[in-house]
């Protein structure tokens, strides 16, 4: 009865943007933090940022000064502003939040099915 749902993927061209947004639906009663992930072909799922639901913010190195998770909590919303674009940036990308349903006592681990990001000329 939990779903999160990512849009916003698609292709763009090195040193573009892309916006990805993520909607939690669903009898919720809290949200703890909530973060973007993301998966190449070959690598295994690596951690992108997160955020905290006090905001506080964490990034992969490789994407820090480019990258910006933000979230509205009213709406159990989560995004990821990408600036700067770069191929190596191409990746299905997943996001991932801890939840608590109204029935639950302590918060689960949802993910998202993923959208896909393409960079290339």
């Known amino acids: 009865q939990v779903q999160l749902v990512e849009s916003g993927g698609g292709l763009v061209q090195p040193g573009g943007s892309l916006r990805l947004s993520c909607a939690a639906s669903?009898?919720?009663?809290?949200?703890?933090?909530m973060g973007w992930y993301r998966q190449s072909p070959g690598k295994q799922r690596e951690l992108v940022a997160t955020?905290?639901?006090?905001?506080?913010?964490n990034y992969a190195d490789s994407v820090k000064g480019r990258f910006t998770i933000s979230r509205d909590n009213a709406k159990n919303t989560v995004f990821l502003q990408m600036n700067s674009l770069k191929p190596e940036d191409t990746a299905v990308y997943y996001c991932?939040?801890?939840?608590?349903?109204?029935?639950?006592?302590?918060?689960?681990?949802?993910w998202g099915q993923g959208t896909q990001v393409t960079v290339s000329s």
């Open positions: 669903g009898s919720i009663r809290r949200i703890n933090a």
């Open positions: 955020i905290s639901s006090g905001g506080s913010t």
């Open positions: 991932n939040a801890a939840i608590a349903r109204m029935t639950d006592l302590i918060a689960s681990t949802y």
